[in-house]
């Protein structure tokens, strides 16, 4: 399970012992390091950035440039939308589930550019053997996870050889058009068996989106009637990538590094994220900003739901464990797959198009306990050993990072030291969660006490809940 | 199952209209179609033979150059063989099974060249990610299947801290030494979903190979300490990549298009290598060789063994089928994994090695029925698909052709023509065998009389073999 503290970086010693002078020397080689297989230089790749990391004239809204050079946006200009709403009424239509639409919406934004809409078949194959897909000049952009529209059989006789369909929304809205669409079959073993590397019973995204899903897939171009709007009061949190990148223009960032999280934020993960940010400005950059920038899509029904981490993230920039002047938050449209060392390709690329140039990764990323045997699902260090060596990454500067945990004696979370084990805790997200639902306090200093009250609030309001609920009989 | 006369080009119709006659312009362009999402051009990455494809000056055993700039050669020179035959006496030792015994071969001639030894842990995770391995000056080389070497428990006990292994075959004989070795976790379900897309149980390699190996693999460089004999006389068809390019070579070709293979040749097979080579004229190519290379490794139980494969295809060429002239016959020495889309590369690949730059790909490439459900395991279209679009292979000619079957009217196996389909018949491989153990013919024209006799003789002689069994008596 995910809300771990065990953030490791004991393969990569570099990253905690080097203090470098001269950034622009140093850090092409630092990154090297982290990196043995790659010789190439991970690095921004403009170049007024590589040579002078420090000059404020290099500052650019291309600290890195998006996959395939510009950043994908579909959805149809104003002027356009009722002459195209009246087309899309006039097409077959396909019905489009919630999680679907958060796939429109992540496409729409450019988040998964230069895909232009939902995959055909080159695409998905590309993706699911290579994760990856090759571009015309040859050059490849990382794409580790299928991201795809499947039909049934019905709708695919609906549609039988029309060029075009439309797609609907789950409240009867026209959402879209996909053009010259192609379809093919939707082999939902070999999909999950190549996307999870394994097909046991029970991944979340599996039991809620494939398994009941139709066996064909439908590829084309997508043209998005309007911006995809959730109206839950967090609108203004989902900045898309391009309004991202303008935000970090407009404070004048000479350094992006992007932390991906799907849950609360706790001591372990400030002390990261601001070391991080201390390790850059050692390097030399006078400006790095956080992207904090949580999952908002399809979650499992355990995970703390968005509503709730998004005020326990407003809290802990409230209490100052992270400093509002340099962090940015906002969600992040994706759904989640737990696919660990696939899907962390995922959340890195993703945010290449958000314009973060540097990318932080832990324990164990996007990773889950197997579903049926009593294990972790991956190897905990694959999620970045596979993430550093990824085809299409390679502009993005990978940041591992070492095993936090509670230092019993510092009462706080701090970077494990083996020579002093038995002084440090280890809290899991399950123990955190079993911690906030009894309402028993975590050990002091695990996180900013108004970031806690949330929490124990969701869980006391969960509980109520529950009891109001008629009871059920087993059978 | 993969004796199947469906040949199909039907996604790549230039390849059957084109007719140039200035191959040095028609070649690109035609292979960039064969590939839409190819840009660059699949041509030899030898520029002499890009300017002049006809010049005899410009014949090199460089057609096509191996993976890695070099063909790997891990055999210790014979002035070394006792020192470190010694050397390896003294070490702790992995005992190999026949296969293993197979990836040695396989390794020790360069055929996964640039690898230099068993899979350490950034390799595999590469492989079972990417299909493909990044060098140091950051291109790829295709690396599809896992080349690893699986040890249990005991073994990792006994190996503890020492730096290098030797290997001891299976008659007890010490093979090589693994240096700098590496071990890490085998999670046989991870390998198996992401190497065949399912985890079915009967898959040929995983009950033989997997299910019975070690959970843990060791990853080396390797020197091994004399070329892998079998001593099944026929050993004088295990033509190495270096062997084969300079056989190339004596023959003066100016293009080697490689044919893999794992059943008896029929004529559809033959139609279409001999077509291939008429197009290969075509195109200005003086003298095209044929490497039919038969894969000799393991292979499952139904298959038709190596020495009566061997025997069938020396009928056909006897029988002037194939012309012995431009025809290259040797052994491929890898096991046979079984695994579609993702075993094809590997089978292309290899061929690099051994110097052929064009490399012929047919219907379910590497296929077999599904283990438990009534189906095909890959969807027949998807191997050469992946094929045209791997990483790595870019500088490999893919020549995928359509579908033969046999001709009622003409009475010979022919290009399937949708206008007269009635006229067609298709033999899949059950039934060509079942008509083989039978002793019933095939139809006149599907194999040549000398070919067909070698296989007839072969169940007939299998039918004795079964009768002198005692009888079973079932439970």
Redesign the interface.
Known sequence: MSLTIKLHISNYPNFQTFSPKNPSKILPNYIYQTN?????LKFTSSSSMATSPLSKTAIKSSLIDPDGGFLVDLIVPETERVLKTKEAEKLPAIRLTTIDLEWVHVLSEGWSSPLKGFMR??EY??S?????V?L???S?VNM?LPIVLAIDDLTKDQIGSSLHVSLVGPNGDFVAILRSVEIY?H?K??RI??T?????HGLPYVEEVITPAGNWLIGGDLEVLKPIKYNDGLDHYRLSPNELRKEFDKREADAVFAFQLRNPVHNGHALLMNDTRRRLLEMGYKNPILLLHPLGGFTKADDVPLDVRMEQHSKVLEDGVLDPETTVVAIFPSPMHYAG??EVQWHAKARINAGANFYIVGRDPAGMGHPTEKRDL??PD?GK??LS???GL?KLNILPFRVAAYDTVAKQMSFFDPSRAKDFLFISGTKMRAYARSGENPPDGFMCPGGWKVLVNYYASQQEEEAKQPATVSA
């Open positions: 043995p297989l790659l010789k190439t078949e080159n194959l590309q699911l053997h290579f994760n990856s090759r015309n000049d040859g490849f580790s079959k082999n073993e070999e068996a190549r999870w590397g394994t097909t046991a060392p696939t991956y190897d694959h050993k596979v060596m990824a085809p390679e």
